[in-house]
């Protein structure tokens, strides 16, 4: 029997179908969730469903899924394998629970650096006793091309060119993206610098949707040792939680 995990973002759905740790099925859905989990649990032996939404209500009847799974829909009351000592668990990003939950789940006897590279880039530590504190939150790329652009009258929106690798531009454009590109590269060197003065064993995982990008500027970097890229983290962190609770009846 599998779990389907399902991660409800603002316009897509991030689905995977996990028999134990072993990835059956992944896609980006683009349907509503009612015909995801339709679909899946036809083609799947499924015993288990969590979602984890950023949305207030899902729009799924909950109570007929309930009755015919073991549904878990994630919030901050969920049982979770790890420590959370957040201080205010309700307004933590579910996104970034899970992530942590999966790094642990990957390096259970480490000190683990989450840095995940979407919307907006988050920093998150857990360390080796599973204690999760919390992190830092900074404008994601995308975030500040459109920032330049919506509070300037002249500087352009900008795209995000990942082939660039100059150190300064010779106009607005290249410019722009110099100071973004440069910039977000400089951030993360620091945040991991400083992570690893603390935890010289350190581990660090990047996950996201700008986390290739990175994975690809950090390759011949002083941290590419270290540094593993797992686009499908919080799905991963998701299942362990399914896992976890199944093991803790």
Do not use: R
């Given at each position: 029997m599998a779990n389907l995990v399902i991660d409800v973002g603002n316009s897509a759905n991030k689905i995977?179908?996990?028999?134990?740790?072993?990835?059956?099925?992944?896609?980006?859905?683009?349907?509503?969730?009612?015909?995801?989990?339709?679909?899946?649990?036809?083609?799947?032996?499924?015993?288990?469903i969590i979602i984890s939404s950023v949305k207030k209500d899902v729009d799924i009847d909950e109570r007929q899924i309930a009755e015919k799974f073991n549904y878990i829909k994630?919030?901050?009351?969920?049982?979770i394998p790890i420590h959370n000592k957040y201080k205010s668990p309700q307004s933590l990003g579910l996104d970034r629970l899970a992530a942590v939950i999966g790094a642990k789940h990957i390096f259970p006897n480490n000190n683990v650096l989450v840095i995940d590279a979407g919307t907006c880039i988050t920093y998150d530590q857990i360390d080796e006793?599973?204690?999760?504190?919390g992190g830092s939150i900074s404008p994601g790329i995308s975030m500040r091309?459109?920032?330049?652009?919506?509070?300037?009258a002249k500087l352009?929106?900008?795209?995000?060119?990942?082939?660039?690798a100059e150190n300064f531009g010779n106009d607005s454009i290249t410019s722009m993206?110099?100071?973004?590109?440069?910039?977000?590269?400089?951030?993360?060197?620091?945040?991991?610098?400083?992570?690893?003065?603390?935890?010289?064993?350190?581990?660090?995982?990047?996950c996201g949707g700008d986390a290739a990008f990175f994975d690809t500027r950090f390759k011949n970097s002083i941290f590419a040792h270290l540094i593993s890229y797992e686009p499908l983290l919080v799905l991963k962190g998701l299942n362990t939680v399914v896992k976890y609770q199944h093991d803790h009846k």
């Open positions: 995977a179908v996990f028999d134990k740790d072993e990835i059956l099925f992944q896609e980006v859905s683009y349907l509503s969730l009612q015909q995801n989990i339709k679909t899946l649990t036809t083609s799947h032996f499924i015993e288990s994630f919030n901050s009351d969920t049982k006793n599973a204690n999760y504190y091309f459109k920032a330049m652009n919506q509070f300037t352009p929106l900008v795209d995000l060119d990942s082939s660039f993206l110099s100071g973004v590109i440069n910039g977000v590269i400089y951030e993360v060197e620091g945040f991991i610098k400083n992570y690893l003065e603390i935890n010289p064993s350190l581990k660090i995982i990047l």
